[in-house]
């Protein structure tokens, strides 16, 4: 890649992290207030009113909220992200690429600053710091290869099929529920539990669990698995992206 | 001899009419053919929708033929366009940055060329300000100014952009004009005859998507002037 374009993608990362704080009158308050208050919707439905709750239900469900919202956003912000630039993409010769990349990453951005929060909220409610932390590196690493895939996958299609756009948000609320961020996928019935573990998600969430509530280590076997299954979808995204964009620029405004 | 920097043969470009399935294909250039030199200064005339714009995007490298063939040699082009990808919310200053970079240039030579980007501008302190405060013309000249920075082997103009009020008008077109004859090789639309025969050494007449001719400026400009539509048109609309 050649090198202006990889400080197009960090440059307009800047930007686009500007922007949030500019269009706003708590700015960079809303990276941290959003989330929270996402979680204390969810802990109302599921603690409060309908008893669902298993034991450590609150750092159980932070974690899914924190690791689901990073890959939701991406996905979400990322496959518009070429779509939305179709203007751009007529008039200069850029990789198209380069968008949902940025929104990636500004994304990225903003869940490291929500990821040391919830660090510091596990500290102090009883869950300390341990040796498999260690693991969090490969996990989040696995986990940011996916949802770029899945990302790139959809910035690909939409301006092909700007319908997709109104299904991204149907389908990534199913996709919360079936990986486990608001209950354990423990809990289900044998043929079901196998099929939803198929969604890296689940894999990914639980990990997660495991390395900050317990202290365990993730299974390597299916992590490997995982990270090869997300290679292979980024490559194929990035790879559709650059056969499609000949035809994003011939298509009806 | 030297080799052609880009040449096109028998090239036809497609575009989609409808967002709908099985829609009809509408085909903005039908069959061009030409042959780019360096140093050459080649005007595109024809009438609107004569496939003028198409042409120079596909020359840019942004379209790419459904048929006939382009060959490129390994070359910069770049398509003259102001305030490319300008965000409201960022300063005169990052937009500068982030246009440049959109328009090829590496971070370290945009920040290099800020102080000529600023002086060219004329912006003062409101370099630091974000462009959501600038008035159209201020917004128009720091564009000017970040594409007058650009210095591609290919230059792509797609109408004269003179920009801002007189005085800025008359320094942004001495700009373009030194810029291209500097020996840099350009393609440059306009509806303007005058400016084409002042400015490009060949011309290409573009009618309905086809090369209609192709040869020296005033040999083509005086065949088009001729053509009966194009003086009938010419006499009622004048753009």
Request: proline share 5%; glycine share 6%.
């Amino acid at each position: 890649m050649k090198l202006h374009i990889l400080e197009l993608i960090f440059f307009s990362t800047y930007a686009e992290l500007r922007a949030e704080r500019a269009r706003s009158y708590l700015g960079l308050i809303w990276w941290l207030l959003e989330p929270a208050m996402q979680m204390a919707t969810y802990y109302f439905v599921f603690a409060v009113v309908t008893h669902t709750s298993t034991p450590d239900f609150i750092p159980f469900l932070l974690i899914g909220l924190v690791a689901w919202q990073w890959f939701k956003s991406s996905v979400t912000h990322g496959g518009l992200a070429i779509w939305y630039n179709l203007p751009l993409i007529r008039q200069v010769k850029l990789p198209a690429a380069v968008f949902p990349s940025v929104q990636i990453l500004a994304d990225t951005i903003k869940f490291a600053f929500i990821l040391a929060l919830l660090l510091v909220v596990l500290w102090c409610t009883g869950y300390p710091p341990n040796g498999a932390y260690v693991a969090l590196i490969p996990v989040l690493i696995i986990e940011f290869l996916f949802a770029s895939a899945m990302a790139y996958l959809f910035a690909s299609l939409v301006p092909l099929l700007p319908d997709l756009r109104f299904v991204i948000d149907q389908v990534l609320v199913v996709a919360m529920f079936l990986s486990g961020v608001v209950f354990s996928t423990a809990s289900i019935p044998s043929p079901w539990r196998e099929i939803l573990a198929l969604n890296p998600m689940v894999g990914l969430i639980d990990s997660l669990r495991g390395i900050l509530m317990h202290g365990q280590w993730p299974d390597w076997l299916a992590l490997a698995r995982l990270c090869a299954v997300s290679i292979a979808l980024y490559l194929i995204a990035l790879l559709l992206i650059a056969r499609l964009t000949p035809r994003y620029v011939k298509r009806a405004a | 001899m030297s080799q052609p920097l880009v040449s096109l043969e028998h090239v036809g470009i497609a575009f989609s009419t409808h967002l709908r399935f099985g829609a009809q294909r509408y085909w903005a250039l039908e069959d061009v053919s030409l042959t780019l030199n360096p140093g050459d200064r080649l005007g595109l005339i024809g009438r609107n929708g004569a496939g003028k714009s198409t042409l120079l995007r596909t020359i840019a490298g942004i379209l790419t033929p459904d048929r006939g063939r382009i060959r490129r040699a390994t070359v910069s082009c770049q398509l003259l366009s102001l305030s490319l990808g300008f965000l409201p919310h960022l300063s005169g200053r990052d937009n500068a940055v982030l246009s440049g970079l959109m328009l090829g240039l590496q971070y370290r030579d945009i920040v290099r060329r800020l102080p000529a980007i600023l002086d060219f501008s004329e912006l003062g302190d409101f370099f630091d300000e974000p462009i959501s405060t600038y008035s159209t013309g201020m917004t128009s000249r720091l564009g000017f100014s970040v594409a007058m920075q650009v210095e591609p082997d290919i230059l792509l103009i797609d109408e004269i952009l003179s920009v801002g009020d007189a005085e800025f008008k008359e320094k942004s077109g001495r700009a373009l004009h030194d810029r291209m004859h500097s020996g840099t090789t350009v393609v440059f639309v306009s509806h303007d005859e005058k400016a084409i025969a002042r400015v490009c050494s060949r011309a290409l007449w573009l009618d309905h998507g086809r090369d209609a001719m192709y040869g020296g400026v005033d040999e083509v400009l005086a065949a088009y002037e001729r053509d009966p539509d194009v003086s009938a048109v010419g006499a009622a609309k004048h753009e």
